[in-house]
């Protein structure tokens, strides 16, 4: 049975476990799956069926003995050349990280003495993830896995036998109370068994790169071309242009400034050169463009020689 939520009032609200999963401890948060190699069809399992030697199920959970197929590559239902299996252990209440350092390896050394006498092999024949040998992998989560290489005179049926039974799982409680006492409170939940090619598990590690940068200067000392007329200083801009000649699309100020809007004291005229007409505000009415920057000093001197007559 099983139940997700803390502080139930008696055994009545546990649940279950429904057909193809399994549980050996009662009250557990969730249920296990039937491991490879077995099956169940029950409700409340707490143990799965095997399947019949020379006979395999290769997936988690199967419900039914049908899901038992004959043995595909070899009469043993092992790998051929190989002869290995991966098995896991699920371990409640162990945190590898609250050990010291000479308790876990304490432990990690009695786990793969337990894998070594259930599957008949030295205990050199049994590696962790990562292929050291006489050792196993625990995962923060309490998660045992190692490979036992070289099985020789057991099939699959055999070691799921050995593997999935009550006096392994004390085996592996017992090995544990020995290393961390009576009362640390670990449990085994499952054991699952896998024929499989033992492959090494490798970590990579992320490499950090600094490129340097180049950094190209470039010369400020380039000379910049400056156009200065007697008259006044033209600059060509977009915008509208204030005093001091500049030209622009905006209005033009006092000075002689071209653009393509409104001429202040100057004549209107666009950016390619040519007289067009706009509003002069210094003669106060519309200029036809008739008149140009040339004719100013000219108009200039006869207004004054008027004035003196």
């Known amino acids: 049975t099983w139940q997700p939520a803390l502080g139930q009032a008696n055994k009545s609200n546990c649940i279950r476990c429904a057909p193809g999963n399994y549980s050996v401890v009662a009250g557990v948060s969730a249920c296990a799956r039937c491991p490879p190699g077995t099956w169940s069809g029950d409700f409340a399992a707490s143990e ?8 395999w199920s290769k997936s988690h959970g199967s419900l039914r003995q049908d899901q038992c197929m004959p043995c595909w590559k070899s009469d043993d239902c092992l790998d051929a050349q190989e002869k290995s299996v991966q098995v896991d252990i699920d371990l409640s209440g162990l945190q590898p990280s609250s050990l010291k350092d000479n308790q876990l390896a304490k432990l990690v050394a009695a786990y793969a003495e337990e894998l070594a006498t259930a599957c008949d092999v030295p205990k050199l024949s049994v590696v962790d993830l990562g292929g050291a040998n006489a050792s196993v992998s625990i995962g923060p989560d309490g998660l045992l896995s190692a490979f036992a290489l070289s099985i020789s005179g057991l099939t699959a049926h055999d070691l799921a036998s050995r593997l999935y039974s009550p006096s392994f799982r004390y085996a592996v409680g017992n090995a544990t109370e020995v290393v961390l006492g009576r009362h640390c409170g670990v ?11 033992f492959v090494r598990t490798t970590t990579a590690r992320p490499t950090t790169t600094t490129e340097a940068t180049p950094t190209t200067t470039k010369p400020t000392d380039a000379p910049v071309a400056t156009s200065t007329e007697a008259a006044a200083t033209t600059t060509r801009q ?15 100020g006092a000075g002689g400034h071209q653009g393509n809007g409104n001429d202040g004291a100057g004549r209107h005229e666009d950016v390619n050169g040519e007289t067009g007409n706009g509003f002069d505000n210094t003669l106060g009415g519309y200029s036809d ?7 100013w000093p000219a108009f200039a001197l006869a207004f004054a020689a008027a004035a003196l007559g």
């Open 289 to 295: 463009g008739a008149t140009s920057a040339a004719v």
């Open 238 to 252: 977009r915008g509208n242009s204030g005093a001091g000649g500049h030209p622009g699309n905006g209005n033009g």
């Open 187 to 197: 449990q085994v939940l499952s054991v699952s068994m896998e024929p499989k090619v």
């Open 48 to 55: 799965c069926q095997l399947c019949p030697a020379g006979r």
